[in-house]
């Protein structure tokens, strides 16, 4: 295990009604960057929540056509400041972030249609159908961010568990609409 990342600083922020705005900016420049290769591009994270307190990264999930096409113009998503890091641990995946150590967005670009992609906005939409889960979830980043000493996987571990029982929780409940 590594250590802390000591040149990024944790910290969860109360809700910031620019972020629907910031993403809102990102979407369009990523949708004329990657044309269709990009079949739909969505808001998730806690970002994505109205009134959500959230680290201030906007995280995207973006549905493409191919991994191989989206491969293949790695090099226009980094003229638009996007770092490509590859499957970052999670097959099937790619990942990018923006802004160095002072990071501004990820994206997370799936395939249309893989299960990835359900999961994510299911866990977004539980959230926002219940503030007073998301409220809990709050508390927990705040707390997590206060005690994790700057170190992303110390941070990530201390949201585990919820995240995985509240996505479970979402993912039941969006089946059985």
């Known amino acids: 295990m590594r250590g802390p990342t000591l040149s990024r ?62 491969d293949a113009i790695d090099g226009a998503m980094e003229a638009i400041g996007y770092v490509p890091r590859g499957e970052l641990g999670i097959p099937g995946r790619r990942f990018y972030m923006k802004g160095g150590d002072d990071r501004s967005h990820h994206i997370h670009a799936y395939v249309e249609g893989d299960t990835n992609l359900r999961r994510h906005l299911a866990f977004r939409d539980y959230l926002i159908a219940n503030p007073d889960i998301a409220e809990e979830y709050a508390a927990l980043k705040k707390a997590v961010a206060a005690s994790c000493n700057n170190d992303s996987e110390r941070y990530c571990d201390g949201k585990d568990d919820f995240v995985k029982h509240h996505e479970a929780l979402a993912l039941k409940e969006k089946l059985n609409l």
Do not use: C, Q
């Open 9 to 70: 600083i944790i910290e969860v922020i109360d809700y910031d009604s620019s972020w629907p705005l910031k993403f809102e900016a990102e979407r369009k420049l990523i949708a004329s960057t990657l044309g269709a290769v990009a079949v739909k591009i969505h808001h998730i994270g806690s970002t994505s929540v109205p009134g959500l307190a959230a680290k201030p990264i906007i995280d995207i999930l973006l549905e493409v056509t191919s991994l191989d096409a989206l």
